[in-house]
């Protein structure tokens, strides 16, 4: 069956660094754009990296832009996210979404991982 598997998250002091990994199964992972997601407590879910199934375009949300890095490896099914100059207000679950932008247009999600930044 279809699996998303988040992995890497955990508490980092301020300026500090992480590497969120997701870990795919169960479906083509190089037919699908892949994403990481995240959610505070009372806010919405919001889009933090986006990367095109080759890995040769990625686009980011503002308030990471310049501090986080997404990557894939189609051989390993994987995808990553590098987050680097950590803030506190990057406190959240971070999602793992799987998109195919041809028929049939499925979508599957991770169980996320706690991202606490935090002295």
């Known amino acids: 069956q279809v699996q998303l598997v988040e992995s890497g998250g955990g508490l980092v002091q301020p300026g500090g660094s992480l590497r969120l990994s997701c870990a795919a199964s169960?479906?083509?992972?190089?037919?699908?754009?892949m994403s990481w997601y995240r959610q505070a407590p009372g806010k919405e879910r919001e889009l933090v990296a986006r990367i095109t199934t080759s890995g040769a375009m990625t686009n980011y949300g503002d308030s990471v832009k310049g501090r986080f890095t997404i990557s894939r490896d189609n051989a390993k099914n994987t995808m990553y996210l590098q987050m680097d100059s950590l803030k506190p207000e990057d406190t959240a679950v971070y999602y793992c979404n799987a998109m195919r932008t041809s028929l049939p247009l499925n979508t599957y999600w991770g169980q996320g991982t706690q991202v606490t930044v935090s002295s």
């Open positions: 169960g479906f083509t992972f190089s037919s699908y754009v």
